[in-house]
């Protein structure tokens, strides 16, 4: 049973920008550390960027100074905003609570494919 929804992805020029969107029924994301992740097709899911309980941001060395992971505790959405996108940030993009072995976590959505191409 997938309990977030990920929305915002599409096809995206080099050095583009792209926000992406998670939302959840099942999950309040102000009393958690939520995260984002992304996958390549035949590789695992790998970490992105996750926002502790109290809005304290973390980042990948792959995206830092690019991307920027938030919170909307009234609506309940974390977001991901990509900037200075590269062909290598092209994979699905899901969110979920942080760990650091995501192949450990359950209840994944559908993701979002983010493909960044001229």
């Known amino acids: 049973q997938a309990w977030f929804a990920e929305s915002g992805g599409g096809l995206v020029q080099p050095g583009g920008s792209r926000t992406l969107s998670c939302t959840s029924s099942?999950?309040?994301?102000?009393?958690?550390?939520m995260a984002w992740y992304r996958q390549v097709p035949g590789n695992e899911r790998e970490l992105v960027a996750h926002?502790?309980?109290?809005?304290?941001?973390r980042y990948a060395d792959f995206v830092k100074g690019r991307f920027s992971i938030s919170k909307d505790n009234v609506k309940n959405t974390v977001s991901l905003q990509m900037n200075s996108l590269n062909s290598e940030d092209t994979a699905a993009y899901y969110c979920?609570?942080?760990?650091?072995?995501?192949?450990?976590?359950?209840?994944w959505g559908k993701g979002t494919l983010v493909t960044v191409s001229a």
């Open positions: 099942q999950v309040v994301f102000s009393r958690t550390t």
């Open positions: 926002i502790t309980d109290d809005d304290r941001p």
């Open positions: 979920n609570y942080y760990s650091d072995i995501p192949r450990y976590l359950h209840n």
